[in-house]
């Protein structure tokens, strides 16, 4: 079969859209999609009215989460408030059969893949490295190291396609993690070996403090497929719809042994890059009012409304579901948790190293020490 090239010899189906897909504006108005775009099917109300109840319940936890940073309950929180759509319609677009890779960002991920939130909130109250069961859930660890996940989700895609399943990896990534050299290594090897694995990277325009045009010069970063042989796309991260539809290509693309598929979502995060950030240092309250009107829950519910697939009674509805589950984890983190210190040594290696085991027996020592003394 004959490849079409585009100008400059790359292969067109590999090319992402010259600009980011939008199905719906920030006025909840759908878009005409331009002839030189990839075409994509705006999803189901049906679909887009369970994104929207899972934004409304995500956006509600992540508050509560970053007013337990206040009350002494988180060591640290990295809200993702802005980033709903990414987040909760990327979840909503893979099946419990399929395998996620979050960073310490995808506590909404998480919770939309219906983990405990305590459990999730584990490691960044700093009781454990990760609070809930990876492959129960078939979701690793959430990785503060940046990229290092990409690898891993690489390496499982790659062993679902071994083993004969159709199983999936939906691979999330910051921008400024895209420099990090673990990022090709992870777009090389699964490009190589056509692994069914989704790398979804959340542009929220800076790494940190460090802004995007001082990371990259690539016209965007969904170019950076390009190379390895990775299909790419670039969609309005804040719209939902444009969200789920290029993640259900993706999938289908990937489910169907294509190998890799890389999505760059132009996104914002509304709050600093962590409860210890200053973000006021580094950008402006005029830029931050300007991604506020993109916000991605009032663009989808002002959408649904308008065509009749919510009303006042679903949205209090909703909004009371948000409420009680954020009681619930509030009442729950105020609980002092009970903690297993000899549990630090477990899950470290599949067989403990000498060196391991030699650690294990001093903190046994002390503990034994100090409840005799």
Not at 221 to 241: H, T
Request: glycine share 6%; with cysteine; charged share 25%.
């Amino acid at each position: 079969m004959e490849t079409t090239l585009a100008p400059g010899g790359v292969a067109a189906d590999l090319l992402p859209s010259p600009r980011p897909v939008q199905l719906l504006d920030p006025d909840g108005l759908l878009v005409q999609q331009p002839q030189d775009a990839h075409h994509y099917d705006v999803p189901s109300a049906e679909r887009l009215l369970a994104a929207w109840r899972g934004m409304v319940i995500g956006r509600r936890l992540d508050v509560q989460s970053t007013a337990l940073t206040k009350q002494g309950r988180l060591a640290v929180y990295p809200s993702s408030r802005g980033q709903e759509a990414c987040q909760v319609g990327a979840v909503q677009a893979i099946t419990e059969r399929d395998w996620m890779f979050p960073t310490y960002r995808e506590s909404m991920a998480l919770f939309t893949r219906g983990i405990d939130p305590v459990e999730t909130l584990t490691l960044l109250r700093g009781d454990a490295h990760c609070g809930y069961d990876p492959k129960a859930h078939k979701t690793a660890p959430q990785c503060t190291p940046l990229s290092t996940q990409l690898i891993h989700a690489a390496g499982a895609a790659y062993g679902e396609k071994r083993r004969g399943t159709d199983a999936v990896a939906l691979a999330f990534i910051g921008d400024g993690a895209t420099s990090e050299g673990d990022f090709h290594e992870a777009l090389n090897f699964a490009a190589v070996f056509s692994a069914p694995v989704i790398f979804f990277v959340q542009n929220n325009k800076y790494a940190i403090s460090v802004p995007l045009a001082k990371q990259s010069k690539a016209p965007a970063l969904a170019y950076k497929g390009i190379g390895y042989g990775v299909r790419s796309e670039q969609i309005d991260g804040n719209d939902p719809a444009a969200v789920l539809a290029v993640m259900d290509a993706a999938v289908a693309h990937a489910r169907a042994g294509n190998g890799p598929f890389l999505i760059e979502a132009h996104t914002y995060r509304m709050d600093a890059h962590t409860n210890a950030d200053d973000a006021s240092r580094y950008r402006t309250s005029d830029e931050v009012s300007a991604w506020l009107a993109k916000d991605p829950l009032s663009r989808l519910q002002t959408w649904l409304t308008v065509n009749g697939h919510l009303d006042e009674a679903g949205i209090r509805d909703a909004e009371q579901e948000a409420e009680e589950r954020a009681a619930d984890l509030r009442d729950r983190m105020n609980s002092e948790p009970t903690v297993e210190p000899m549990s630090l040594f477990d899950n470290v290696f599949a067989e403990p190293t000498p060196q391991l085991r030699e650690q294990r027996a001093m903190v046994a020592a002390e503990l034994e020490a100090e409840a005799q003394s």
